[in-house]
């Protein structure tokens, strides 16, 4: 994974725009990472249907997670962020009735507050 540390502020003279990806920049932004990543160990060559399939399939992930830099009509790079807690987030979908009883003595016992309960985040 390519990663860039920011380490203090600084002037960039460019007149492009920073914006998140479309479904139509999908081509020219494989072509962006083939060119820029062909030859290095463990890439993979990528197509736009392949791009589309990774932001559909992957949790908490969308076009507005991946931004690309356009100037004159050409994108010149992109970067793409994923929320990490959005993909940890985890929800009681139930709990079996010996964990409700568990959590019910507890809770009465005043050891510990009590399991969550269903819908619980």
Request: with cysteine; charged share 20%.
């Amino acid at each position: 994974m390519a990663v860039l540390a920011v380490r203090k502020e600084m002037e960039v003279v460019s007149e492009g725009k920073v914006r998140p990806v479309q479904s139509q920049d999908l081509a020219k932004l494989a072509e962006l990472l083939n060119t820029t990543w062909q030859g290095h160990e463990l890439y993979e060559p990528t197509s736009a249907e392949t791009l589309a399939q990774f932001i559909r399939r992957t949790p908490a992930f969308s076009h507005d997670n991946l931004l690309v830099l356009e100037e004159k009509g050409e994108i010149m790079a992109c970067l793409g962020g994923w929320d990490w807690s959005q993909v940890m987030r985890v929800t009681v979908k139930a709990l079996s009735r010996r964990l409700q009883m568990i959590g019910w003595l507890l809770a009465t016992t005043a050891f510990c507050p009590g399991f969550p309960s269903r819908g619980t985040r």
